[in-house]
């Protein structure tokens, strides 16, 4: 066996990364959005970022993963009580991180070495790596203007019509030196793109310049896992987005927005009638159980999308 590198985002992804982990331990690499970061009462949060800590750690709710087990909101309410923002309820639990990363970079730390040094701390044997040390940040193209996905998400409800997407500072943005090594380790096994947003979560990250040539560079097949169920996204807005950008929402769809990086496309049991029309892009296609309720369910995922990966690497052997 070799290591094996995720691109995630999302409670989707952190629960496929989760499943991984649970298979690969210390030779598992996440490379995680940092799209969606965003400061807030001076503090830097990296919602992708945590949330993957959350789960790998084991500190996430079962209710709500993106946030620590047991969380409460007493200063969210004393800072109201201030007059401080109302629109982002903030956990108590939830500052831990934030606080410490905004320290830390105020001392010219490096986002990435803030974020395995949390590995370290939580006991998280994986890598989680930051897509890149340099800011990139989403914004939604809407009817009224540009703003950022947290604005969209989190004031605005999701309600804009989406147009399209901005990238900023993606194009100036460089690899890690961590990143660069995850994917081009001689002994890579698999690349696998987790269930999340293809727009706002994994698009970002294949914005940062390299990433692209990097993850065909070792012939190691690219997997990636539909977030679409039934024509809807079990969690976010991505079927929302989808159809006002003039795309069916549909586990289809999501494969031909990695068409030609992909070799393989993993989609769930209920949309199996629509496999052959995947396959007639080029792409493999795997039909499994694609819905992670449980634990049991993550692993038995991450088992199906290695041996998945597995089968395409043998036939391209056999065929050399």
């Known amino acids: 066996m070799g290591t094996v590198v995720a691109l995630a985002g999302q409670v989707g992804g952190a629960k496929l990364v989760d499943g991984l982990y649970h298979l690969r331990g210390k030779d598992l690499a996440a490379i995680v959005n940092t799209g969606d970061d965003y400061d807030h009462l001076t503090l830097r949060f990296c919602p992708d970022i945590d949330t993957v800590l959350y789960a790998l750690s084991g500190m996430a709710s079962a209710a709500a993963p993106w946030e620590p087990a047991g969380e409460s909101h007493a200063l969210f309410a004393t800072l109201k009580q201030f007059g401080g923002p109302a629109e982002l309820t903030l956990g108590d639990k939830s500052l831990a991180a934030p606080l410490l990363r905004t320290a830390w970079l105020a001392e ?61 500072g993606a194009d100036a943005a460089t690899l890690t030196p961590e990143v660069s090594d995850a994917l081009d380790s001689e002994d890579l096994e698999a690349v696998i793109i987790c269930p999340a947003n293809p727009y706002h979560t994994i698009r970002p990250i294949l914005e940062v310049p390299g990433m692209r040539e990097l993850m065909r560079k070792r012939r190691a097949p690219v997997i990636a896992v539909t977030p679409i169920v039934g024509g809807r996204a079990l969690k976010g807005s991505a079927g929302k987005i989808m159809g006002e950008l003039r795309h069916e929402a549909s586990a289809r769809r999501v494969a031909l927005e990695y068409l030609k990086l992909i070799d393989g496309f993993v989609i769930d049991a209920v949309d199996a009638a629509s ?46």
């Open 275 to 320: 496999a052959d029309d995947v396959r007639a892009s080029g792409i493999d296609v795997l039909v499994a159980n694609t819905v992670m309720r449980t634990v049991e369910d993550r692993t038995s995922l991450a088992r199906a999308v290695l041996a998945f990966a597995q089968t395409i690497r043998e036939r391209r052997l056999q065929e050399a």
């Open 108 to 168: 010219d730390r490096r986002l990435t070495a803030i974020t395995l040094d949390f590995c370290k701390q939580l006991g998280i044997g994986a890598r989680v790596l930051p897509m890149s040390d340099d800011p990139v940040r989403t914004y939604v193209l809407t009817d009224d203007g540009e703003v950022s996905f947290q604005e969209y998400f989190t004031t605005l409800a999701c309600e804009p019509v989406v147009r399209g997407f901005n990238y900023a």
